[in-house]
Antibody, heavy 122, light 107 residues
Framework: EVQLVESGGGLVQPGRSMKLSCAAS????????MAWVRQAPTKGLEWVATISYDGSSTYYRDSVKGRFTISRDNAKSTLYLQMNSLRSEDTATYYCTRAVTMMVIIDYFDYWGQGVMVTVSS | DIRMTQSPASLSASLGETVNIECLAS??????LAWYQQKPGKSPQLLIY???SLQNGVPSRFSGSGSGTQYSLKINSLQSEDVATYFC?????????FGGGTKLELK
């Protein structure tokens, strides 16, 4: 059974940093691209970042480019999202998702974690 | 960025009814479209990919269609467990973009 379990969320002050983790199991992690998708309270879904199966390619939405870094450790089957210079508008539930292809050129998300809440507030 | 416009934003329907949700892309996305269902308090789940392919385990009362810029999700014989918010998503280009969602309730 595919499982994606996020951790590392919580309350953080504006301008500070936070790192999210996503532990994957039930599939060969190194064969899939991965992504983060977020959802602000009572709002819709917003794609954040995607990484290819080997970490060689990464993609970001403009509003997080230069502040967020997506990475992965295939030996540990873990996906990460390093978030720096956090803003109030980054407040959201962050979902770890599995992309259906390795190189994430054309892909959708077939499995989602339960989500982790990040609140940016002073 | 490709803009995805979903309609309606909310919908009320009766058990057994057929429901249609539309998704309009701001440019041709060549059927690179997925539909997700998000039940209250839960994570989204994939229903449809490549505009009309049913994800494994999804009931056959769900179907997708469309091409170019216009796509739709159809739910036949609405069940109580279908109460949820539905999102479309294009994956033809970066940034990946989602529609604003359609909240489906029972009448």
């Amino acid at each position: 059974e595919v499982q994606l379990v996020e951790s590392g969320g919580g309350l953080v002050q504006p301008g500070r940093s936070m790192k999210l983790s996503c532990a994957a199991s039930g599939f060969t992690f190194s064969n899939y691209g991965m992504a983060w998708v977020r959802q602000a309270p009572t709002k819709g879904l917003e794609w954040v970042a995607t990484i290819s199966y080997d970490g060689s390619s990464t993609y970001y939405r403009d509003s997080v480019k230069g502040r967020f870094t997506i990475s992965r450790d295939n030996a540990k089957s873990t996906l990460y999202l390093q978030m720096n210079s956090l803003r109030s508008e980054d407040t959201a539930t962050y979902y770890c998702t599995r992309a259906v292809t390795m190189m994430v050129i054309i892909d959708y998300f077939d499995y989602w974690g339960q989500g982790v809440m990040v609140t940016v507030s002073s | 960025d490709i803009r995805m416009t979903q309609s309606p934003a909310s919908l009320s329907a009766s058990l057994g009814e057929t429901v249609n949700i539309e998704c309009l892309a701001s440019e041709d996305i060549y059927s690179d479209l997925a539909w997700y269902q998000q039940k209250p308090g839960k994570s989204p789940q994939l229903l449809i990919y490549n505009a009309n392919s049913l994800q494994n385990g999804v009931p056959s009362r769900f179907s997708g269609s469309g091409s170019g810029t216009q796509y739709s999700l159809k739910i036949n014989s609405l069940q109580s467990e279908d109460v949820a918010t539905y999102f479309c998503q294009q994956y033809n280009n970066y940034p990946r973009t989602f529609g604003g969602g359609t909240k489906l309730e029972l009448k």
